[in-house]
């Protein structure tokens, strides 16, 4: 096959499956520049590949293959911003780490059980949040920051981040509800 020919193909491909695999990456990545760095790679992968001849029966299935493997590479790489590495005040000004409100590591099997469960439950609802719900939530109830100071420093109206922080807390409290429970059950035991 001439040269040329490959090029036609492969550009063909490309503008056949660029927004869904887009879309793909996107729903897995939650910046648009990172999704976006992903997808080149897909591609450049796509251009190695067919300089290296190496035969590609299905091609819209090896693009999503190599894009779900781009993707777990990816987050292998980054490091996660840990809920429980986060600080809050308490009434004397103190720092409190969030490991130091959650049940003591060193109370037994149980407690380390519920501790680790309730940190990974909230940092995943965490997760779930849109950026803009979950920027909000942690500026204000972990950094102490006030809306009147956020609406100034992002140019959002303050009813707008007080929707936002309320879907925030609505979306938080009905996914960590279940883990309440049985949180609330194993200290009544104790």
Avoid: C
């Avoid at 997808?39 to 067919?50: D, R, S």
């Avoid at 600080?87 to 059980?113: I, K, T």
């Avoid at 942690?138 to 959002?156: M, T």
């Avoid at 009813?159 to 009905?174: D, F, I």
């Amino acid at each position: 096959m001439a040269e040329g020919e490959q090029d036609r193909q492969i550009s063909e491909v490309v503008a056949k499956q660029r927004s869904r695999l887009r879309n793909f990456i996107r729903s897995r990545v939650p910046d648009d520049a990172d999704a976006e760095d992903l997808l080149q790679e897909v591609f450049y992968e796509l251009v190695e590949a067919n300089r290296l001849l190496m035969p590609i029966e299905y091609v819209t299935g090896w693009l999503f293959r190599v894009a779900r493997n781009r993707i777990t590479d990816w987050f292998r790489k980054k490091k996660p911003e840990l809920f429980s590495d986060e600080a809050v005040e308490d009434e004397d000004g103190e720092l409190l780490r969030m490991e130091d409100l959650l049940p003591s590591p060193d109370a037994g099997p149980e407690a380390e059980y519920f501790r680790n469960l309730l940190l990974e439950e909230l940092e995943d609802a965490l997760d779930e949040l849109p950026d803009e719900q979950r920027e909000v939530f942690l500026a204000h109830e972990l950094e102490g920051r006030s809306f009147k100071e956020l609406s100034a420093e992002n140019g959002v109206s303050v009813n707008t981040l007080l929707s936002r922080k309320r879907y925030a807390v609505l979306h938080l409290r009905e996914r960590l509800q279940s883990v309440y429970e049985e949180f609330s059950e194993f200290t009544k035991k104790k």
